[in-house]
Protein backbone atom coordinates (compact mmCIF):
# COMPACT_ATOMS: atom_id res chain seq x y z
CA UNK A 1 0.00 0.00 0.00
CA UNK A 2 2.58 2.64 0.95
CA UNK A 3 4.95 2.16 -2.01
CA UNK A 4 1.96 3.23 -3.81
CA UNK A 5 1.23 6.17 -2.42
CA UNK A 6 4.53 7.76 -2.11
CA UNK A 7 8.22 7.32 -3.09
CA UNK A 8 9.60 9.44 -0.41
CA UNK A 9 8.71 12.73 -1.44
CA UNK A 10 8.36 11.37 -5.32
CA UNK A 11 4.66 11.75 -5.52
CA UNK A 12 3.55 9.77 -9.15
CA UNK A 13 0.97 12.55 -10.25
CA UNK A 14 3.80 15.34 -9.68
CA UNK A 15 5.88 13.18 -12.88
CA UNK A 16 2.48 12.83 -14.82
CA UNK A 17 0.92 16.59 -14.28
CA UNK A 18 4.09 19.10 -14.06
CA UNK A 19 5.05 18.40 -18.02
CA UNK A 20 1.76 18.76 -18.95
CA UNK A 21 1.16 22.12 -16.98
CA UNK A 22 4.67 23.03 -18.38
CA UNK A 23 3.47 22.15 -21.64
CA UNK A 24 -0.35 23.99 -21.21
CA UNK A 25 2.27 27.26 -20.69
CA UNK A 26 4.71 27.38 -23.14
CA UNK A 27 1.95 26.41 -25.57
CA UNK A 28 0.50 29.91 -24.85
CA UNK A 29 3.31 31.78 -24.15
CA UNK A 30 4.80 30.29 -27.92
CA UNK A 31 1.66 31.55 -29.60
CA UNK A 32 1.48 34.67 -28.33
CA UNK A 33 5.40 34.87 -29.07
CA UNK A 34 4.62 33.71 -33.22
CA UNK A 35 1.73 36.51 -33.23
CA UNK A 36 4.07 39.31 -32.05
CA UNK A 37 6.99 38.33 -33.79
CA UNK A 38 4.82 37.49 -36.96
CA UNK A 39 2.84 41.14 -36.37
CA UNK A 40 5.95 43.10 -36.04
CA UNK A 41 6.66 43.61 -40.23
CA UNK A 42 3.49 44.95 -40.60
CA UNK A 43 3.66 47.59 -38.05
CA UNK A 44 7.55 48.38 -39.16
CA UNK A 45 5.64 49.00 -42.53
CA UNK A 46 2.88 50.58 -41.71
CA UNK A 47 2.59 51.75 -37.42
CA UNK A 48 -0.33 51.94 -35.93
CA UNK A 49 -2.15 52.74 -38.97
CA UNK A 50 -2.53 48.66 -39.23
CA UNK A 51 -5.49 49.13 -36.54
CA UNK A 52 -6.68 52.84 -37.51
CA UNK A 53 -6.93 52.86 -40.82
CA UNK A 54 -9.63 51.60 -43.22
CA UNK A 55 -7.82 50.33 -46.42
CA UNK A 56 -7.49 47.16 -48.21
CA UNK A 57 -5.15 47.73 -51.32
CA UNK A 58 -4.05 43.75 -52.22
CA UNK A 59 -1.63 44.59 -55.14
CA UNK A 60 0.64 42.15 -56.82
CA UNK A 61 3.19 44.76 -56.80
CA UNK A 62 4.26 44.91 -53.13
CA UNK A 63 5.24 48.32 -53.21
CA UNK A 64 1.27 49.16 -53.14
CA UNK A 65 0.43 47.01 -50.82
CA UNK A 66 -1.54 48.87 -47.80
CA UNK A 67 -3.73 47.45 -45.46
CA UNK A 68 -5.47 48.80 -42.59
CA UNK A 69 -8.31 47.02 -40.39
CA UNK A 70 -10.26 49.74 -38.53
CA UNK A 71 -13.02 48.84 -40.29
CA UNK A 72 -13.04 45.03 -38.79
CA UNK A 73 -12.14 45.94 -35.28
CA UNK A 74 -15.45 48.39 -35.64
CA UNK A 75 -17.09 45.21 -37.08
CA UNK A 76 -15.92 43.30 -33.77
CA UNK A 77 -17.04 45.33 -31.15
CA UNK A 78 -20.55 46.46 -33.27
CA UNK A 79 -21.70 43.10 -33.89
CA UNK A 80 -20.26 41.58 -30.33
CA UNK A 81 -22.48 44.70 -28.39
CA UNK A 82 -25.40 44.26 -30.39
CA UNK A 83 -25.16 39.88 -29.30
CA UNK A 84 -25.13 41.77 -25.72
CA UNK A 85 -28.15 43.54 -26.31
CA UNK A 86 -29.75 40.38 -27.56
CA UNK A 87 -28.35 37.64 -25.36
CA UNK A 88 -28.36 39.41 -21.85
CA UNK A 89 -32.61 40.10 -21.23
CA UNK A 90 -33.01 36.10 -22.81
CA UNK A 91 -30.11 34.81 -20.53
CA UNK A 92 -31.36 36.53 -17.35
CA UNK A 93 -35.44 35.74 -18.11
CA UNK A 94 -34.08 32.29 -18.93
CA UNK A 95 -32.49 31.43 -16.00
CA UNK A 96 -34.94 33.17 -13.42
CA UNK A 97 -37.52 31.40 -15.11
CA UNK A 98 -35.47 27.95 -15.05
CA UNK A 99 -34.35 28.03 -11.42
CA UNK A 100 -37.57 29.76 -9.88
CA UNK A 101 -40.70 29.39 -11.78
CA UNK A 102 -40.29 26.45 -13.94
CA UNK A 103 -41.71 23.77 -12.51
CA UNK A 104 -39.34 20.91 -11.76
CA UNK A 105 -39.74 18.32 -14.79
CA UNK A 106 -39.85 21.56 -17.35
CA UNK A 107 -36.81 22.59 -15.49
CA UNK A 108 -34.70 19.67 -16.67
CA UNK A 109 -35.51 19.74 -19.82
CA UNK A 110 -34.72 23.86 -20.33
CA UNK A 111 -31.08 23.26 -18.79
CA UNK A 112 -30.69 20.30 -20.96
CA UNK A 113 -31.77 22.23 -24.05
CA UNK A 114 -29.56 25.79 -23.36
CA UNK A 115 -26.82 23.07 -22.85
CA UNK A 116 -27.05 21.51 -25.75
CA UNK A 117 -27.06 24.88 -27.68
CA UNK A 118 -23.91 25.53 -25.96
CA UNK A 119 -22.38 22.58 -27.50
CA UNK A 120 -23.69 23.24 -31.01
CA UNK A 121 -20.61 23.22 -33.98
CA UNK A 122 -20.87 26.91 -34.67
CA UNK A 123 -21.29 26.10 -38.61
CA UNK A 124 -24.71 24.47 -37.67
CA UNK A 125 -25.45 28.16 -36.01
CA UNK A 126 -23.93 29.86 -39.45
CA UNK A 127 -25.61 27.66 -41.87
CA UNK A 128 -29.00 27.85 -39.84
CA UNK A 129 -28.27 31.95 -39.49
CA UNK A 130 -27.40 32.40 -43.47
CA UNK A 131 -30.37 30.56 -45.04
CA UNK A 132 -33.24 31.52 -42.47
CA UNK A 133 -32.32 34.38 -40.20
CA UNK A 134 -31.06 36.67 -42.63
CA UNK A 135 -34.29 37.18 -44.93
CA UNK A 136 -36.01 36.49 -41.73
CA UNK A 137 -34.69 39.58 -40.47
CA UNK A 138 -34.82 40.99 -43.52
CA UNK A 139 -38.10 41.07 -43.86
CA UNK A 140 -39.42 41.18 -40.03
CA UNK A 141 -37.56 43.50 -38.72
CA UNK A 142 -35.02 45.38 -41.04
CA UNK A 143 -37.63 46.62 -43.80
CA UNK A 144 -40.30 47.94 -41.23
CA UNK A 145 -37.38 49.47 -39.39
CA UNK A 146 -36.62 51.22 -42.74
CA UNK A 147 -39.82 51.74 -44.02
CA UNK A 148 -41.11 53.58 -40.42
CA UNK A 149 -37.78 54.59 -38.99
CA UNK A 150 -35.83 56.09 -42.04
CA UNK A 151 -35.48 59.27 -41.04
CA UNK A 152 -33.15 58.35 -38.46
CA UNK A 153 -29.77 58.71 -39.86
CA UNK A 154 -28.41 54.95 -39.61
CA UNK A 155 -31.08 53.13 -40.98
CA UNK A 156 -31.98 55.69 -43.80
CA UNK A 157 -30.36 53.34 -46.03
CA UNK A 158 -32.53 50.73 -47.90
CA UNK A 159 -31.50 47.25 -46.30
CA UNK A 160 -30.05 45.41 -49.37
CA UNK A 161 -28.90 42.09 -48.90
CA UNK A 162 -30.08 41.22 -44.96
CA UNK A 163 -26.15 40.65 -44.37
CA UNK A 164 -24.84 42.74 -42.13
CA UNK A 165 -23.44 43.93 -38.54
CA UNK A 166 -27.42 43.49 -37.00
CA UNK A 167 -27.93 39.91 -38.60
CA UNK A 168 -24.15 38.84 -36.97
CA UNK A 169 -24.91 40.56 -33.66
CA UNK A 170 -28.30 38.83 -33.42
CA UNK A 171 -26.72 35.49 -34.48
CA UNK A 172 -23.89 35.90 -32.39
CA UNK A 173 -26.51 36.99 -29.11
CA UNK A 174 -28.33 33.34 -29.86
CA UNK A 175 -25.18 32.01 -29.66
CA UNK A 176 -23.83 33.01 -26.26
CA UNK A 177 -26.81 32.81 -24.82
CA UNK A 178 -26.31 29.50 -23.17
CA UNK A 179 -23.10 30.45 -22.14
CA UNK A 180 -23.96 33.94 -20.22
CA UNK A 181 -27.15 32.18 -19.22
CA UNK A 182 -25.37 29.18 -17.94
CA UNK A 183 -23.35 31.91 -15.56
CA UNK A 184 -25.82 33.31 -14.48
CA UNK A 185 -27.63 30.15 -13.96
CA UNK A 186 -25.29 28.90 -11.83
CA UNK A 187 -24.63 32.32 -9.73
CA UNK A 188 -28.47 32.50 -9.25
CA UNK A 189 -28.96 28.75 -8.01
CA UNK A 190 -26.04 29.41 -5.56
CA UNK A 191 -28.17 31.50 -3.94
CA UNK A 192 -28.24 30.49 -0.18
CA UNK A 193 -31.64 29.86 0.74
CA UNK A 194 -31.24 31.81 3.79
CA UNK A 195 -31.18 35.02 1.89
CA UNK A 196 -34.00 33.58 0.14
CA UNK A 197 -35.69 32.88 3.31
CA UNK A 198 -34.58 36.41 4.17
CA UNK A 199 -36.40 38.50 1.15
CA UNK A 200 -39.25 36.47 1.73
CA UNK A 201 -39.44 36.86 5.59
CA UNK A 202 -39.87 40.49 5.26
CA UNK A 203 -42.97 40.56 3.46
CA UNK A 204 -41.93 40.66 -0.07
CA UNK A 205 -43.82 39.48 -2.91
CA UNK A 206 -42.61 36.86 -5.33
CA UNK A 207 -41.66 40.06 -7.59
CA UNK A 208 -40.00 41.78 -4.85
CA UNK A 209 -37.71 38.97 -3.47
CA UNK A 210 -36.52 37.90 -7.07
CA UNK A 211 -35.50 41.52 -7.99
CA UNK A 212 -33.45 41.56 -4.52
CA UNK A 213 -31.85 38.26 -5.26
CA UNK A 214 -31.22 39.73 -8.83
CA UNK A 215 -29.28 42.49 -7.56
CA UNK A 216 -27.11 39.58 -5.14
CA UNK A 217 -26.43 38.28 -8.42
CA UNK A 218 -25.40 41.20 -10.57
CA UNK A 219 -21.89 40.76 -10.80
CA UNK A 220 -21.75 37.30 -11.53
CA UNK A 221 -24.30 39.03 -14.37
CA UNK A 222 -21.69 40.98 -15.55
CA UNK A 223 -18.81 38.97 -15.99
CA UNK A 224 -21.11 36.56 -17.49
CA UNK A 225 -21.74 39.61 -19.53
CA UNK A 226 -18.03 39.62 -20.12
CA UNK A 227 -17.45 36.30 -20.88
CA UNK A 228 -20.37 36.65 -23.44
CA UNK A 229 -18.34 39.22 -25.04
CA UNK A 230 -15.23 37.38 -25.20
CA UNK A 231 -17.09 34.71 -27.07
CA UNK A 232 -18.71 36.98 -29.45
CA UNK A 233 -15.63 39.12 -30.29
CA UNK A 234 -13.72 35.62 -31.40
CA UNK A 235 -16.15 33.75 -33.07
CA UNK A 236 -15.81 33.20 -36.73
CA UNK A 237 -17.33 30.85 -39.12
CA UNK A 238 -20.58 31.73 -38.40
CA UNK A 239 -20.32 35.11 -38.66
CA UNK A 240 -18.44 35.07 -41.90
CA UNK A 241 -21.34 33.33 -43.29
CA UNK A 242 -23.70 36.51 -42.51
CA UNK A 243 -21.87 39.95 -42.04
CA UNK A 244 -21.73 40.29 -45.26
CA UNK A 245 -17.93 40.31 -45.77
CA UNK A 246 -16.93 44.08 -46.63
CA UNK A 247 -15.22 46.94 -45.78
CA UNK A 248 -17.43 49.17 -44.09
CA UNK A 249 -17.09 51.57 -41.41
CA UNK A 250 -20.80 52.59 -41.05
CA UNK A 251 -22.93 53.18 -38.06
CA UNK A 252 -25.94 51.39 -40.49
CA UNK A 253 -26.69 48.30 -38.39
CA UNK A 254 -27.75 46.99 -41.73
CA UNK A 255 -25.39 47.39 -43.74
CA UNK A 256 -22.60 44.17 -44.39
CA UNK A 257 -19.06 44.52 -42.46
CA UNK A 258 -16.08 42.90 -41.58
CA UNK A 259 -15.55 41.38 -38.25
CA UNK A 260 -11.44 40.91 -37.04
CA UNK A 261 -12.33 37.05 -37.11
CA UNK A 262 -14.60 37.53 -40.25
CA UNK A 263 -11.87 38.98 -41.95
CA UNK A 264 -8.90 36.30 -41.02
CA UNK A 265 -11.00 33.71 -42.49
CA UNK A 266 -11.90 34.83 -45.84
CA UNK A 267 -8.39 36.67 -46.59
CA UNK A 268 -6.63 33.70 -45.49
CA UNK A 269 -6.37 32.37 -48.75
CA UNK A 270 -5.59 35.42 -50.30
CA UNK A 271 -2.06 35.76 -48.29
CA UNK A 272 -0.37 33.15 -50.00
CA UNK A 273 -0.52 35.60 -52.91
CA UNK A 274 0.39 38.62 -51.56
CA UNK A 275 3.64 39.60 -49.26
CA UNK A 276 2.46 41.75 -46.74
CA UNK A 277 -0.81 40.61 -46.13
CA UNK A 278 0.35 37.74 -44.06
CA UNK A 279 2.11 39.44 -41.60
CA UNK A 280 -1.24 41.98 -40.89
CA UNK A 281 -3.80 38.80 -40.84
CA UNK A 282 -1.67 38.10 -37.58
CA UNK A 283 -1.48 41.53 -36.75
CA UNK A 284 -5.50 41.88 -36.89
CA UNK A 285 -4.86 37.92 -34.51
CA UNK A 286 -3.18 39.58 -32.41
CA UNK A 287 -5.44 42.73 -31.35
CA UNK A 288 -8.01 39.63 -30.97
CA UNK A 289 -5.92 37.62 -29.30
CA UNK A 290 -5.27 40.61 -26.44
CA UNK A 291 -8.56 41.95 -26.36
CA UNK A 292 -9.92 38.29 -25.47
CA UNK A 293 -7.29 37.92 -22.90
CA UNK A 294 -8.14 41.22 -21.57
CA UNK A 295 -11.89 40.28 -21.99
CA UNK A 296 -11.45 37.30 -20.29
CA UNK A 297 -9.35 38.14 -17.60
CA UNK A 298 -11.46 40.91 -16.19
CA UNK A 299 -14.63 38.99 -16.75
CA UNK A 300 -12.90 36.35 -14.13
CA UNK A 301 -11.39 39.25 -11.83
CA UNK A 302 -15.44 40.66 -11.50
CA UNK A 303 -16.75 37.09 -10.65
CA UNK A 304 -13.99 36.55 -8.33
CA UNK A 305 -14.44 40.02 -6.43
CA UNK A 306 -17.86 38.86 -6.32
CA UNK A 307 -17.17 35.34 -4.77
CA UNK A 308 -15.12 36.69 -2.04
CA UNK A 309 -17.81 39.99 -1.19
CA UNK A 310 -20.47 37.40 -0.32
CA UNK A 311 -18.81 34.72 1.04
CA UNK A 312 -19.90 33.67 3.80
CA UNK B 1 -62.76 36.88 15.41
CA UNK B 2 -62.20 38.95 19.09
CA UNK B 3 -58.76 39.46 19.03
CA UNK B 4 -56.75 36.72 21.63
CA UNK B 5 -54.95 36.58 24.40
CA UNK B 6 -52.26 34.68 22.54
CA UNK B 7 -50.31 36.20 20.00
CA UNK B 8 -49.73 32.63 18.52
CA UNK B 9 -52.25 29.60 19.06
CA UNK B 10 -51.38 26.18 16.91
CA UNK B 11 -53.61 23.48 17.18
CA UNK B 12 -53.32 20.08 15.76
CA UNK B 13 -50.10 21.13 13.55
CA UNK B 14 -48.98 18.32 11.57
CA UNK B 15 -45.74 19.20 8.82
CA UNK B 16 -44.51 16.76 5.85
CA UNK B 17 -41.68 16.74 4.15
CA UNK B 18 -42.76 15.11 1.20
CA UNK B 19 -43.76 11.64 3.15
CA UNK B 20 -41.55 12.64 6.25
CA UNK B 21 -44.00 13.10 8.99
CA UNK B 22 -41.66 16.02 10.63
CA UNK B 23 -44.25 17.88 13.20
CA UNK B 24 -46.68 15.22 14.63
CA UNK B 25 -50.33 16.81 16.09
CA UNK B 26 -48.39 19.45 18.38
CA UNK B 27 -51.09 22.25 20.38
CA UNK B 28 -49.80 25.11 21.44
CA UNK B 29 -50.44 28.63 23.34
CA UNK B 30 -47.77 31.36 23.18
CA UNK B 31 -49.04 34.06 25.66
CA UNK B 32 -48.20 37.73 24.24
CA UNK B 33 -45.38 39.55 25.06
CA UNK B 34 -43.18 36.95 26.73
CA UNK B 35 -39.94 34.93 25.38
CA UNK B 36 -41.28 31.62 24.65
CA UNK B 37 -38.86 29.32 23.72
CA UNK B 38 -38.91 25.77 22.29
CA UNK B 39 -36.04 23.81 22.71
CA UNK B 40 -35.02 19.88 21.35
CA UNK B 41 -31.90 18.22 20.04
CA UNK B 42 -30.45 19.20 16.71
CA UNK B 43 -32.92 17.73 13.91
CA UNK B 44 -36.42 17.44 15.98
CA UNK B 45 -38.57 19.96 13.70
CA UNK B 46 -38.72 23.36 15.76
CA UNK B 47 -37.06 25.19 12.93
CA UNK B 48 -39.26 23.86 10.70
CA UNK B 49 -42.18 24.30 13.04
CA UNK B 50 -41.35 27.69 13.45
CA UNK B 51 -41.33 28.87 10.18
CA UNK B 52 -44.99 27.20 9.84
CA UNK B 53 -45.35 30.25 11.90
CA UNK B 54 -44.82 32.68 8.76
CA UNK B 55 -45.21 30.68 6.36
CA UNK B 56 -41.84 30.73 5.36
CA UNK B 57 -42.35 26.69 4.58
CA UNK B 58 -44.92 27.79 1.64
CA UNK B 59 -41.43 28.07 -0.12
CA UNK B 60 -40.67 24.71 -0.37
CA UNK B 61 -43.15 23.11 -2.63
CA UNK B 62 -42.55 19.62 -1.08
CA UNK B 63 -43.90 20.42 2.37
CA UNK B 64 -47.46 20.29 3.51
CA UNK B 65 -48.93 21.78 6.71
CA UNK B 66 -52.32 20.64 8.07
CA UNK B 67 -53.81 21.81 11.32
CA UNK B 68 -54.10 25.37 11.98
CA UNK B 69 -51.65 28.45 13.42
CA UNK B 70 -53.59 31.33 15.04
CA UNK B 71 -51.96 35.05 14.80
CA UNK B 72 -53.49 37.10 17.54
CA UNK B 73 -57.49 35.05 17.04
CA UNK B 74 -56.70 35.11 12.99
CA UNK B 75 -56.30 32.09 11.17
CA UNK B 76 -52.97 32.48 9.25
CA UNK B 77 -53.44 29.53 6.62
CA UNK B 78 -57.23 30.51 5.51
CA UNK B 79 -58.45 33.30 3.73
CA UNK B 80 -57.83 35.60 6.99
CA UNK B 81 -54.17 36.46 6.03
CA UNK B 82 -51.88 36.07 3.19
CA UNK B 83 -48.37 35.41 3.52
CA UNK B 84 -47.11 38.98 2.71
CA UNK B 85 -49.10 40.23 5.42
CA UNK B 86 -48.46 37.45 8.20
CA UNK B 87 -44.75 37.91 7.24
CA UNK B 88 -45.22 41.44 8.09
CA UNK B 89 -46.42 40.79 11.47
CA UNK B 90 -44.07 38.18 12.21
CA UNK B 91 -40.59 39.10 12.07
CA UNK B 92 -37.72 36.52 11.90
CA UNK B 93 -34.09 36.13 13.10
CA UNK B 94 -32.27 33.16 11.59
CA UNK B 95 -29.99 31.17 12.51
CA UNK B 96 -26.68 32.34 10.21
CA UNK B 97 -26.97 36.50 10.52
CA UNK B 98 -28.43 36.80 6.93
CA UNK B 99 -28.20 41.03 6.22
CA UNK B 100 -28.17 41.48 1.94
CA UNK B 101 -24.52 41.49 1.42
CA UNK B 102 -24.94 43.98 -1.74
CA UNK B 103 -26.96 46.29 0.50
CA UNK B 104 -25.23 48.66 2.58
CA UNK B 105 -26.22 48.86 6.47
CA UNK B 106 -28.98 51.68 5.83
CA UNK B 107 -30.81 49.72 2.92
CA UNK B 108 -30.80 46.30 4.50
CA UNK B 109 -33.33 47.56 6.85
CA UNK B 110 -34.94 50.09 4.44
CA UNK B 111 -35.73 47.29 2.41
CA UNK B 112 -38.61 45.76 4.33
CA UNK B 113 -39.91 49.55 4.64
CA UNK B 114 -39.90 50.27 1.42
CA UNK B 115 -41.34 47.46 -0.27
CA UNK B 116 -44.36 47.06 2.56
CA UNK B 117 -45.19 50.87 2.08
CA UNK B 118 -44.70 51.13 5.88
CA UNK B 119 -42.93 54.85 5.71
CA UNK B 120 -44.32 57.77 4.00
CA UNK B 121 -40.71 60.34 3.28
CA UNK B 122 -37.66 60.10 3.43
CA UNK B 123 -37.44 62.03 6.84
CA UNK B 124 -39.50 59.24 8.69
CA UNK B 125 -36.89 56.40 6.80
CA UNK B 126 -33.99 57.70 8.37
CA UNK B 127 -35.54 58.13 11.79
CA UNK B 128 -37.31 54.48 11.54
CA UNK B 129 -34.00 53.34 11.18
CA UNK B 130 -32.16 54.89 13.50
CA UNK B 131 -34.83 54.26 16.10
CA UNK B 132 -34.40 50.97 14.90
CA UNK B 133 -30.56 50.35 15.42
CA UNK B 134 -31.06 52.05 18.77
CA UNK B 135 -33.54 49.27 19.42
CA UNK B 136 -31.36 46.66 18.80
CA UNK B 137 -28.12 48.53 20.41
CA UNK B 138 -26.05 49.04 17.17
CA UNK B 139 -26.54 52.93 16.35
CA UNK B 140 -23.61 53.96 18.18
CA UNK B 141 -21.23 50.82 16.76
CA UNK B 142 -22.47 52.00 13.19
CA UNK B 143 -24.38 55.45 12.81
CA UNK B 144 -20.83 56.45 11.62
CA UNK B 145 -20.53 54.00 8.06
CA UNK B 146 -24.07 53.44 7.65
CA UNK B 147 -23.39 53.36 3.46
CA UNK B 148 -21.28 50.52 4.69
CA UNK B 149 -21.94 46.99 3.48
CA UNK B 150 -22.05 44.66 6.09
CA UNK B 151 -19.38 42.68 5.54
CA UNK B 152 -17.38 45.13 7.73
CA UNK B 153 -19.16 43.70 10.74
CA UNK B 154 -18.46 41.00 13.23
CA UNK B 155 -20.98 38.04 13.18
CA UNK B 156 -23.09 39.03 16.41
CA UNK B 157 -23.04 42.67 14.99
CA UNK B 158 -24.79 41.18 11.93
CA UNK B 159 -27.41 39.12 14.06
CA UNK B 160 -28.35 42.53 15.44
CA UNK B 161 -28.89 44.68 11.91
CA UNK B 162 -30.89 41.72 11.19
CA UNK B 163 -32.68 42.05 14.72
CA UNK B 164 -32.62 46.19 13.63
CA UNK B 165 -34.28 44.91 10.15
CA UNK B 166 -37.04 42.67 11.76
CA UNK B 167 -37.88 45.37 14.34
CA UNK B 168 -37.63 48.50 11.93
CA UNK B 169 -41.33 46.98 10.67
CA UNK B 170 -42.68 47.05 13.47
CA UNK B 171 -44.15 43.49 14.12
CA UNK B 172 -46.13 41.80 16.85
CA UNK B 173 -44.28 38.47 16.84
CA UNK B 174 -40.11 38.30 16.54
CA UNK B 175 -39.02 34.73 15.73
CA UNK B 176 -35.66 33.76 16.32
CA UNK B 177 -34.04 30.39 14.89
CA UNK B 178 -31.05 29.87 16.73
CA UNK B 179 -29.53 33.38 16.74
CA UNK B 180 -27.03 32.79 18.30
CA UNK B 181 -25.74 29.45 17.26
CA UNK B 182 -22.71 31.27 14.55
CA UNK B 183 -22.21 34.25 17.49
CA UNK B 184 -19.33 34.37 19.74
CA UNK B 185 -19.82 34.42 23.76
CA UNK B 186 -19.45 38.12 23.81
CA UNK B 187 -21.49 38.32 20.95
CA UNK B 188 -24.00 36.14 22.16
CA UNK B 189 -24.60 37.62 25.53
CA UNK B 190 -25.15 41.06 23.62
CA UNK B 191 -28.09 39.27 22.33
CA UNK B 192 -29.62 37.69 25.25
CA UNK B 193 -29.64 40.66 27.22
CA UNK B 194 -31.23 42.33 23.67
CA UNK B 195 -34.39 39.41 23.63
CA UNK B 196 -34.63 40.34 27.52
CA UNK B 197 -34.86 44.25 26.58
CA UNK B 198 -37.43 43.30 23.42
CA UNK B 199 -39.62 41.37 25.27
CA UNK B 200 -41.56 44.52 26.70
CA UNK B 201 -42.73 45.52 23.46
CA UNK B 202 -42.68 42.13 21.59
CA UNK B 203 -43.78 38.63 21.74
CA UNK B 204 -40.61 36.93 20.80
CA UNK B 205 -40.57 32.93 19.66
CA UNK B 206 -37.09 31.89 20.44
CA UNK B 207 -36.13 28.25 18.80
CA UNK B 208 -32.67 27.36 20.47
CA UNK B 209 -30.75 24.16 20.56
CA UNK B 210 -29.35 25.05 24.37
CA UNK B 211 -31.43 24.43 27.34
CA UNK B 212 -29.21 27.07 29.61
CA UNK B 213 -30.26 29.28 27.09
CA UNK B 214 -33.56 28.61 27.26
CA UNK B 215 -33.37 28.59 31.46
CA UNK B 216 -31.52 32.24 30.75
CA UNK B 217 -33.79 34.44 28.87
CA UNK B 218 -37.49 32.79 28.52
CA UNK B 219 -40.80 32.78 30.75
CA UNK B 220 -41.90 29.58 28.49
CA UNK B 221 -40.84 26.69 27.26
CA UNK B 222 -41.48 23.82 24.91
CA UNK B 223 -39.68 20.37 24.46
CA UNK B 224 -40.03 18.78 21.30
CA UNK B 225 -38.32 15.86 20.50
CA UNK B 226 -38.64 13.86 17.28
CA UNK B 227 -41.48 16.24 16.15
CA UNK B 228 -43.35 15.60 18.99
CA UNK B 229 -44.08 18.02 22.29
CA UNK B 230 -43.25 16.65 25.02
CA UNK B 231 -44.01 19.07 27.65
CA UNK B 232 -44.46 22.75 27.68
CA UNK B 233 -44.86 25.50 30.22
CA UNK B 234 -43.33 28.01 32.42
CA UNK B 235 -39.35 28.22 32.38
CA UNK B 236 -39.02 27.93 36.22
CA UNK B 237 -41.36 24.86 36.25
CA UNK B 238 -40.19 22.67 33.97
CA UNK B 239 -36.34 23.40 34.40
CA UNK B 240 -37.01 22.77 38.13
CA UNK B 241 -40.03 19.94 38.18
CA UNK B 242 -40.29 18.55 34.78
CA UNK B 243 -42.98 16.20 34.56
CA UNK B 244 -41.55 14.23 32.04
CA UNK B 245 -38.92 11.82 32.18
CA UNK B 246 -37.60 12.79 28.54
CA UNK B 247 -37.45 16.19 29.35
CA UNK B 248 -35.12 15.34 32.13
CA UNK B 249 -32.91 13.25 30.63
CA UNK B 250 -32.88 16.27 27.71
CA UNK B 251 -32.08 18.92 30.92
CA UNK B 252 -29.58 16.78 32.67
CA UNK B 253 -27.80 15.97 28.78
CA UNK B 254 -28.63 12.35 29.39
CA UNK B 255 -29.92 12.11 25.97
CA UNK B 256 -28.34 11.87 22.83
Not at chain 1, 17 to 38: C, G, I, K, N
Not at chain 2, 140 to 165: C, F, M, T, W
Not at chain 2, 204 to 220: E, G, K, M
Request: contains cysteine.
Amino acid sequence: MSTLKKFGRFDRFDFLTYPAVLFVFLLFTWMLAVYVTSSIPAFQREGWNVYFTNVWNASECPDKEYYGILAAIWGSLYTSTIALLVALPLSISYSIFVVDYAPKRLKGILEITSDIMAGLPTIIYGIWGAFFLVPFLKEWVMMPVYNYLSFIPIFSQKPVSGFSFFSAGVLLGIMITPFVSAVVREAYTTIPHTYREAAYSLGLTRYEATKILIGYVKPAMISGTILGFGRAIGETVAVSLVVGNAFNLSADPFSPGYTISSLIATQYGNSFIYTHMTSVLYAAGLFLFLVGLFITLLGMYVLRRWKKNVSI
Amino acid sequence: MSESEYAIEVENLNIYYGNNHVIKSINLKIPQKTVFAIMGPSGCGKSTMLRSFNRLLDLNKNVRVNGSVHLFGRDIYTGDMDSVEVRREVGMVFQYPNPFPHLSIYNNIALGLKMNKLVKSDKELDERIEWALKKAGLWEEVKHRLNDYPSGLSGGQRQRLVIARVIAMKPKVIMMDEPTANIDPVGSKKIEDLIFELKKDYTIVLVTHNPAQAARVSDYVAFIYLGELVEAGETGKIFTAPESKLTEKYLTGKLV
